[in-house]
């Protein structure tokens, strides 16, 4: 959209006035967005005064501002950092409280796994504005659980759990996450009309109808208890072939005598007991005969069970409300640390959470990349040349030792001292 601006192709003056009036529109549209929370760690120390750590165990991992070793802006990606491995992280954030009913719902953040995450939560969870903080744990009871979250080659998904009557109700549509080292936004979107999206990147990763979605309320349609299967229905797709006759020699014993054995001359009736003959496996055994199987002629499919309504669903128009929202918290384990949360947004309006994402997320994501990149390169040929030094001492030692002399050689080389 902006780039429509002076880039704009020339002779295309209506369409500059309709662009104008779009950013005019969506200008305005900022204007009246309620943005209950925004967080990007711009001020230095300054989010120690609005992020409380937990102190409900004395073994929680801490977290740093930092914005990794590579990064598109050394200030604008500074975000919280996970900085020990193999710990429990439990801190969160305040604001003032509000209730999203009627209205839309959009949470969105970043998340950089640049330690190649192994296992470890990448979500936050939002809470109540009666969270105790200082409290805060596994324990500690949620709205919504939104997020990433990876562990070894199984769990690479994004989480989207919603509280409904103090249950937690976790979405049944599998949604992938990234799972390389660079950061990435995610979005959750709950409407008033009960539908959600997932977005990564600011694009689709899923979306529908939270009561299809998840299992807050009982099925609308059951089985009518009244009605019972008619006896005459047969429902059996295959039956015993009638005109398959079992052979007469297949009945044969499985286990039988053999006969080839002989009573030991030792054998003591008093002690053994009557000696006879041991058994073995039948060769001729066949096991249980059974008629081969046809289709049933008869057959009529599945009994169409005849559906009633529910008389314990009810519908529920406000399963996506909530009361009282005021926390943001990131309650996870991880095992190999260095993970970075930034861009914290929940406002009510996805055009501005998008546009937000774009301008934060949007712009350091490719300079993020290029420093990457430049590093494993930069990194590569230090390599190089450390191997190429090291050869090139090596070259010159051996050389060194036909011809110079031993005064000589021990004067210039650290190498050869060393090896005294
Ligand atoms: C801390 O939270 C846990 C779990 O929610 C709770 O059982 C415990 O009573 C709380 N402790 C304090 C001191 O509030």
């Given amino acids: 959209m902006m780039a429509a601006g002076p880039g704009a192709p020339r002779g295309g003056g209506p369409v500059s006035v309709v662009l104008w009036l779009g950013i005019l529109g969506a200008v305005l549209g900022t204007a009246q967005a309620a943005v209950y929370f925004r967080e990007q760690f711009l001020d230095g120390g300054g989010w120690r005064k609005r992020w409380v750590?937990?102190?409900s165990r004395p073994d929680l991992g801490t977290f740093q501002l930092s914005a990794g070793k590579f990064y598109g802006?050394?200030?604008?990606?500074?975000?919280?950092?996970?900085?020990?491995?193999?710990?429990?992280?439990?801190?969160?954030?305040?604001?003032?409280?509000?209730?999203n009913k009627g209205k839309t719902l959009v949470i969105q953040y970043t998340v950089?796994?640049?330690?190649?995450?192994?296992?470890?939560?990448?979500?936050?969870k939002i809470f109540s504005s009666d969270l105790d903080q200082k409290n805060l744990s596994g324990a500690s009871p949620y709205y919504i659980m939104f997020g990433?979250?990876?562990?070894?080659?199984?769990?690479?998904?994004?989480?989207?759990?919603?509280?409904?009557?103090?249950?937690l109700h976790p979405i049944k549509k599998p949604i992938r996450c990234k799972v390389d080292g660079y950061t990435h936004l995610y979005t959750l979107i709950i409407r008033p009309d009960q539908t959600y999206e997932v977005k990564i990147d600011n694009e689709v990763a899923a979306l529908g109808n939270l009561e299809d979605d998840l299992d807050f309320l009982p099925p609308r349609k059951i089985n009518d208890p009244a009605v019972k299967k008619p006896s005459d229905w047969d429902d059996r797709a295959h039956i015993d072939d009638p005109n398959d006759i079992k052979p007469e020699d297949w009945d044969e014993p499985e286990y039988i005598m053999d006969t080839s054995d002989e009573k030991p001359e030792d054998w003591d009736h008093a002690v053994h007991g009557e000696w006879s003959y041991p058994m073995v496996k039948n060769p001729l055994y066949k096991g249980v005969w059974k008629p081969r199987q046809i289709d049933n002629p008869n057959y009529r499919g599945v009994w169409p069970h005849p559906q009633i309504d529910n008389p314990h669903y009810s519908p529920d128009y406000n399963i996506y409300s909530y009361e009282n929202i005021g926390a943001?918290?990131?309650?996870?384990?991880?095992v190999r640390a260095g993970t970075i949360f930034d861009n914290f947004l929940i406002t009510d309006d996805e055009d501005y959470a998008e546009d937000f994402g774009d301008e934060t997320w949007g712009e350091t994501k490719d300079p993020e990349k290029e420093m990457n990149i430049r590093q494993a390169e930069e990194e590569q040929q230090r390599e190089r040349v450390a191997e190429e030094e090291y050869f090139e001492q090596w070259l010159k030692k051996k050389q060194g030792g036909k011809r110079e002399s031993q005064k000589d050689r021990t004067k210039k080389s650290p190498i050869g001292k060393e090896e005294l």
């Fill in 53 to 55: 750590s937990s102190e």
């Fill in 73 to 99: 802006d050394p200030v604008r990606d500074r975000g919280l950092q996970t900085s020990e491995n193999s710990k429990f992280y439990a801190i969160s954030s305040r604001f003032k409280p509000f209730s």
């Fill in 112 to 124: 950089k796994h640049e330690q190649k995450i192994d296992c470890g939560g990448g979500y936050v």
């Fill in 148 to 167: 990433p979250d990876i562990c070894g080659s199984e769990t690479k998904k994004v989480h989207v759990i919603l509280n409904y009557k103090n249950k």
């Fill in 328 to 334: 943001i918290g990131l309650d996870i384990w991880q």
